[in-house]
């Protein structure tokens, strides 16, 4: 099955630097990748998503890279602020399964 | 904007006894899920349900856990006799109206089971 793996684990940044988050998967089948952000005792939210057809997605501060070749995807924050401090989460599916297939978490904190 | 509802957001059990995770997913949704993620690993996959049945399951999913949509709104996960290895956070999701946008899991809050 799929293996998805996150690093870093833990990421402390300075308010207005950038934060990258990095996961590589196994299953070349794989073809949907959704970041989560999850903020201390809330439900994961959807930040930003890649489909295996798109290299690049960005949404204002928020960005994600696909390297399919690789089998790598990275989450990009620029200009930190204090409210991006979560726990943030890749994933994996596949068109045909219905399950995600999620990384151990990145805990990122943006220090005023 | 509407959301996965999880209830109740903790529960104490004992060891031995049945639980009841309760879900309501996003009214118009036609896939719904089921995730765990034990203290500080990874979120692991359950189930997934769809058109009144189990579309996919894992390994985890064995015979001491069952789902049932037993009306028109709510998405329930049952533990038969619990083991202290189920304590764990369990998040319901749900997915995909008949427009498409399958992929797109929208995540409940989650409910802390404890097993004492």
């Known amino acids: 099955g799929e293996n998805v793996e996150q690093h870093p684990s833990t990421l402390s940044v300075q308010e207005g630097d950038s934060a990258v988050i990095k996961c590589t998967y196994s299953?070349?089948?794989?073809?949907?990748f959704p970041w989560y952000k999850q903020e201390l005792g809330k439900r994961p939210q959807l930040i930003i998503d890649?489909?295996?057809?798109?290299g690049e997605k960005k949404d204002q501060r928020i960005a994600v890279t696909l390297n399919k070749t690789a089998k790598h995807f990275s989450l990009h924050i620029t200009e930190t602020q204090p409210e991006d401090s979560a726990v943030y989460f890749c994933?994996?599916?596949?068109?045909?399964?219905?399950?995600?297939?999620f990384g151990t978490g990145t805990s990122l904190t943006v220090i005023p | 904007e509407p959301e996965v509802t999880q209830t109740p957001s903790h529960q104490v059990t004992q060891m031995g006894q049945e639980v009841i995770l309760r879900c309501v997913p996003i009214s118009n949704h036609l896939y719904f899920y089921w995730y765990r993620q034990i203290l500080g690993q990874k979120v692991e996959f359950l189930v997934s349900?769809?058109?009144?049945?189990?579309?996919?399951k894992s390994e985890i999913f064995d015979d001491q856990f069952s789902v049932e949509r037993p009306d028109g709104s709510n998405f329930t996960l049952k533990i038969r006799s619990t083991k202290l290895e189920d304590s764990a956070m369990y998040f319901c999701?749900?997915?995909?109206?008949?427009?498409?946008?399958?992929?797109?899991?929208?995540f409940g809050a989650g409910t802390r089971l404890s097993v004492l």
């Open positions: 349900f769809y058109n009144n049945e189990i579309s996919e």
């Open positions: 890649i489909r295996s057809n798109v």
């Open positions: 299953d070349s089948a794989s073809n949907y």
């Open positions: 994933a994996a599916n596949l068109d045909t399964g219905n399950q995600f297939y």
């Open positions: 999701a749900s997915s995909g109206d008949r427009t498409g946008a399958k992929n797109i899991q929208y």
